[in-house]
């Protein structure tokens, strides 16, 4: 068996063609997310010198400082919460949104209704954002409407540079990702299963929380995951909505990585959210597992 | 006690059910009876499944009016309704284990832990899925789904079970066991039965009473016997089973019967419970079941009448052959089956025979 045989199989073997299929997108995805993601990683564990230099004195001292810091565990737990409550809003709004298109609108204006449903992504997210602030702002929308009208004597303060008024923004922001995999799980859903519940006695109600809701969770699950992720790393929104005085993770680190010129600082930030993020990931991939568990 | 002597446990009167522009079901006037084994029989698009869907409470109707058990079904919701329904999807439900699907009506019975198990159990061995209970309901064949679906509704003593076409997902096996097994489980818990189907041989295996449909309405209303041996309608002849035509002339007589000359056959007397469709004059038609005609051999004489004709076409099944036979003077061959026991040669195909036949085999259609 010559060595030329050899090579001219595995060329035609069927591995080899998937990965020259891949092979741009793999490369691509090395140079540009795998090796940065292992230089903040290594960094992490360096100390900050002088003028963002980094010093190789390898330690847990940088993660040490963020887990016990009060201020960084105050903007962590701060992160965690507005992108927890930004998730339960979109999901609970999203649900009614995604269950109306797949059961009430006639199947030949479902596509019609999805795609009125990506028109906010027609607009730039940061436009979108500095619209909210536009609208919610000391002197926006909402507040000089008010005034106008003689209900309010000056401008309310409890809809601008707050958790809630953050909320509103990224819930509106990510309510079409929350949407769209809802819909999905729902219409997947055999319409004789919910005439069985309804032929075995339950009401319409009992029938939507006994089959409906448990049949739609991996929907709901996905729609959890893809508003949570991004959302507990957003920046633009506490920074133009927040003023910059409700700092979340990823303004920490820009502050650290940028203000401060503290890399080793802001890559230990960066791993400790990416900790996170995969720790409550880990926790619904299991709930979902539950779900998907009778399923196929 | 026969079927006809029990009460009314359906009553449908002059329903009507529209579509938007479309009339799907045409005035039915039915009645089902209590304990009865009833079919809806018809090709698809008939109506026979909108029907059944509107005795469940699924469809609602344009006008007229459904009875269950003497109450307008009308004002009754779906889950209040004294029926359950085996799907024809089975419509098991995906997320629950086998138990739980069996047991998912008995939720507001408020039943003890303990209760609850023995009547799942009770169904479960009824339908023979004894210790099935704690699979997943994926983990199961069509022919197991099919029994889950029949436990789940049956646990719920309802007054009568809907069937919707529940064999035609299974394999001709398990679909011939499955038929003994449902008249079985009928006798055994002996309510109401309604069935839909479009396959004839299982209506007639099955049922007390079938209702042949077609275009929305109701053709004809008997048991197997008479639809099989007495179609009133060539539609309802030609649905059922093989049916030979042969054009005829026929007339009136003193008696209520018909004097009629059939192509082929010649002259012959059918009386009046032969003509459900009383036709007179030219272009009626004559209608004879393949296994009323018997092909002679060498040296047999006829219980009745005979008449010559050629083999066209034989068909081997093994315990039956069908031949194809052209009789003198008619254009269309006519098929008959004759039963394959021993001294009975197979005839080849040119073969000249006699054929017997007799008129109180006839049918006399429009």
């Known amino acids: ?296 | 006690m026969t079927v006809s002597d029990k009460p009314t446990m359906i009553e449908f009167r002059d329903v009507q059910k529209y579509y938007g522009d479309y009339h799907a079901l045409r005035g039915i006037n039915a009645t089902i009876k209590a304990g009865e084994f009833f079919s809806l029989l018809g090709p698809s698009g008939c109506g026979k499944t909108t029907l059944l869907r509107t005795i469940a409470g699924f469809e609602d109707i344009s006008s007229g009016a459904v009875l269950i058990d003497g109450k307008d079904a009308a004002q009754i919701p779906p889950n209040k309704r004294p029926t359950n329904m085996v799907f024809q999807s089975y419509a098991i439900f995906p997320h629950l284990t086998v138990e739980q699907n069996v047991g998912f009506g008995l939720r507001r019975e408020n039943l003890s832990k303990d209760e609850m198990g023995r009547r799942v159990g009770e169904a479960l061995e009824m339908v023979g899925l004894k210790g099935f209970g704690k699979r997943a309901a994926h983990a199961l064949s069509g022919g197991q789904r099919q029994r889950v679906a029949l436990a789940r509704a049956l646990i719920l003593k309802p007054k009568v079970l809907l069937l919707d076409e529940p064999l035609s997902a299974l394999d001709k096996k398990l679909r011939e066991n499955m038929q003994v097994e449902l008249i079985k489980l009928q006798r055994q818990v002996g309510i109401t039965f309604i069935l839909v189907t479009h396959d004839q041989e299982e209506a007639l295996v099955m049922s007390d009473r079938i209702a042949v449909m077609f275009e929305g309405q109701i053709a004809q209303l008997d048991d197997p016997e008479t639809l099989y041996r007495r179609p009133k309608s060539r539609q309802v002849a030609d649905f059922i089973g093989t049916m030979n035509f042969l054009p005829a002339t026929a007339h009136p007589t003193s008696d209520g019967g018909f004097d009629v000359d059939v192509a082929g056959l010649g002259q012959c007397h059918i009386p009046a419970d032969q003509a459900p469709g009383a036709a007179t004059g030219n272009g009626v038609n004559v209608g004879f079941r393949p296994e009323t005609l018997t092909i002679l051999y060498e040296g047999q004489q006829p219980t009745d009448r005979e008449t010559p004709g050629t083999v066209e076409e034989v068909v081997y099944y093994g315990d039956m052959t069908y031949y194809d036979v052209k009789l003198d003077g008619v254009a269309e061959p006519v098929r008959l089956s004759m039963r394959n026991v021993p001294g009975r040669p197979v005839l080849d195909i040119g073969t000249r025979t006699r054929v017997a036949w007799s008129p109180s085999a006839l049918v006399l259609f429009r």
Do not use: C
């Open chain 1, 1 to 296: 068996m010559s060595s030329g045989g050899f090579l001219q199989r595995i060329g035609r073997s069927e591995a080899a063609n998937g990965l020259t299929m891949i092979s741009p997108t793999a490369i691509y995805a090395i140079l540009l997310l795998a090796a940065p993601l292992v230089t903040v990683f290594v960094y992490s564990f360096m100390a900050d010198g002088p003028a963002g230099s980094l010093i190789a004195d390898f330690s847990f001292a940088n993660y040490v400082k963020i887990w016990t810091g009060k201020i960084y565990r105050a903007i962590m737990l701060r992160s965690l919460w507005v992108s927890m409550a930004v998730t339960a809003v979109t999901v609970i709004l999203a649900y009614p949104v995604a269950y109306f298109v797949s059961f009430n609108v006639p199947p030949n204006k479902k596509a019609l209704w999805l795609f009125l449903i990506t028109i906010p992504f027609w607009t730039s997210y940061l436009i979108r954002v500095f619209l909210w602030k536009v609208i919610l702002g000391y002197n926006g929308v909402i507040n000089s409407g008010l005034l106008s009208l003689g209900i309010i004597d000056e401008p309310l303060t409890s809809l601008n540079y707050n958790v809630q008024a953050f909320v509103i923004t990224l819930a509106h922001a990510y309510a079409p990702f929350a949407i769209l995999p809802i819909y999905v799980a729902l219409e997947k859903i055999d319409r004789s299963l919910l005439e069985a519940g309804q032929d075995l006695g339950e009401s319409r109600l009992m029938t939507f929380w006994r089959v409906t809701l448990p049949l739609s969770m991996p929907g709901v699950i996905a729609a959890i995951l893809i508003v949570f992720i991004p959302t507990i790393g957003d920046y633009v929104t506490p920074d133009l909505i927040g003023g910059g005085k409700l700092p979340m993770i990823a303004n920490m680190i820009q502050v650290e990585m940028l203000k401060q010129n503290h890399k080793a600082m802001g890559s230990a930030i960066a791993v400790s959210a990416m900790l996170i993020v995969a720790g409550v990931t880990l926790i619904f991939l299991l709930l979902n597992r539950r779900f998907l568990k009778g399923q196929k």
